[in-house]
């Protein structure tokens, strides 16, 4: 099945929404602390033009090793890129970011950054590093080699009404998983972990010379942000968590909790639609939840044109990301309830994106091995989450991973400085506010967390509510947090 623009944006909202549970630190060899040079070793020159979509940025390469245990074995490349502080009076470190993923690329991140609305002040206390993680994009990308089609199905199971439903949907997740394993770069496939990334972002801090590095990270880069100050407490300074996973990382725990994210975020659309009658689907909550269903039952008898059943579900879930999606759903049902045939480009997909979500969500972490038991995970969570349940706790390719793993999981603990803020929308439907809460509790006095009375996945730099962005900003500026945990009230829209 061919994507229409919408399921686009839906597929790279679940990109962005996907984390893993971290590889740990176990010997001192893998777990030490990179020492800092002397001054950097990182030569930058501008980016490349498809890089630069926002402001001017430089680039660099990095070498690190492939396989931590050997440093001086085979090494990879990593492309960095850097939005420079203008004001050296004010600078004082870098800024490393992630975006989310895994499998999404962080190069043009800090562009999109400083446009999205970033602080001036932010902007000049740091230089922002992007960086493609080990797997992707321009740094040592990997590959599952999968079809056009395969691409196309994206990163839900097929939304399974049975047991045998998920029975026939397990073929598929296997040939993925082997395809994965034979593929050209499957040699690299125990090394592309949360862990590693990690680590990859110290050698990026002691190369550019610096002691000590901030982070920024939102979505999967929240996880990602824990594991590198878990591993690197002496060498991590202001750590900012945003749209925060819990501490197991993207396991299955957190693909099955996309169920609830859609449900905890859906009144917000709800409210939208009753709001504007003319719509159409449903004049009050009750009405509008009854029509999701509707046009479901609908697809799953006749599919429109580029949109199942599964699509459509899918749909709702990425869309619901951002406030500006609301009316771009609204229509998406408008035209599926006049039967309406949606326009259907070419086939768009990435292998690279798919691949690496793959390569470090099913290596960083065990996910069931048996059929029945994602047979019993659909039946509770269509039942629990009828909206989504079905489809995000189906049978994935992780469920016939090789077996190829070099450590375990890294346990994110309340040990090291107190240097984390938490940042996190109530009604998210990408990382829930319940896995926040038990981040939050794992990082315990290392970390003071605030909430804010919103919907939607991500909150700085794009967040309109001032309570929480003034948060991150003081935190980054200054190093100060909240005296406690906060909760920031929904602030009326300015006019």
């Not at 990997?142 to 939304?159: I, K, R």
Request: charged share 20%; aromatic share 6%.
């Amino acid at each position: 099945m061919r994507r229409t623009p919408v399921l686009a944006v839906a597929a790279t909202a679940l990109a962005a929404a996907i984390a893993v549970p971290a590889l740990t630190v176990t010997s001192p060899k893998v777990s030490a602390a990179t020492k800092p040079a002397a001054s950097s070793t990182v030569k930058w020159a501008p980016c490349p033009p498809d890089v630069v979509q926002y402001v001017p940025l430089e680039c660099a390469k990095l070498a690190v090793p492939l396989d931590y245990r050997k440093p001086d074995g085979r090494q990879i490349e990593l492309a960095l890129s850097r939005l420079a502080s203008k004001d050296p009076s004010k600078r004082r470190g870098i800024l490393l970011t992630n975006p989310g993923g895994p499998g999404s690329t962080g190069i043009d991140y800090p562009g999109y950054f400083a446009r999205a609305g970033a602080s001036k002040d932010v902007l000049d206390a740091y230089d922002v590093i992007g960086m493609d993680p080990r797997g992707v994009g321009r740094s040592a990308p990997v590959t599952c080699d999968l079809t056009p089609a395969q691409q196309s199905h994206g990163s839900f199971a097929t939304y399974a009404h049975s047991a045998a439903d998920v029975a026939k949907e397990a073929p598929y997740a296997r040939a993925i998983a082997k395809q994965c394993a034979t593929s050209k770069t499957a040699s690299m496939l125990p090394f592309i972990t949360s862990a590693n990334t990690a680590r990859d972002l110290d050698r990026v801090r002691a190369a550019l010379g610096e002691e000590k590095a901030s982070y920024l990270g939102l979505s999967y880069g929240s996880y990602l942000g824990a594991v590198y100050t878990t591993m690197f407490p002496r060498t991590s300074d202001r750590v900012v968590i945003d749209s925060v996973m819990g501490p197991g990382g993207y396991d299955e725990n957190a693909m099955r909790m996309f169920g609830r994210g859609l449900e905890d975020r859906f009144p917000d659309f709800q409210k939208y639609v009753v709001a504007h009658p003319e719509l159409g689907l449903g004049t009050t909550p009750p009405q509008v939840k009854a029509k999701f269903f509707e046009l479901a039952r609908k697809l799953r008898v006749q599919p429109v044109k580029g949109m199942t059943e599964t699509d459509f579900r899918a749909t709702a879930f990425g869309l619901l990301y951002g406030e500006a999606n609301l009316p771009v759903l609204a229509k998406v049902w408008q035209d599926i309830d006049a039967g309406k045939p949606l326009e259907v480009p070419p086939a768009t997909g990435d292998d690279n994106a798919m691949a690496a979500r793959l390569y470090v969500a099913c290596t960083d972490s065990r996910w069931p091995t048996s059929v029945r038991e994602y047979q019993r995970n659909v039946a509770i969570d269509r039942i629990k989450h009828p909206m989504l349940g079905a489809a995000a706790a189906g049978i994935q390719p992780c469920a016939f991973w090789p077996n190829r793993r070099v450590e375990p999981p890294v346990k994110i603990t309340d040990r090291g400085p107190s240097n984390v803020l938490l940042v996190q929308n109530e009604r998210d439907p990408g990382t829930p506010l319940v896995g926040a809460q038990k981040m939050r509790r794992a990082l315990g006095d290392r970390a003071t967390m605030v909430t804010v009375d919103g919907g939607g996945h991500g909150v700085y730099p794009v967040t309109k509510n001032t309570c929480a962005k003034d948060a991150v900003v003081t935190f980054l500026t200054t190093g100060e947090r909240p005296s406690r945990d906060l909760a920031c009230a929904a602030e009326a829209p300015k006019k």
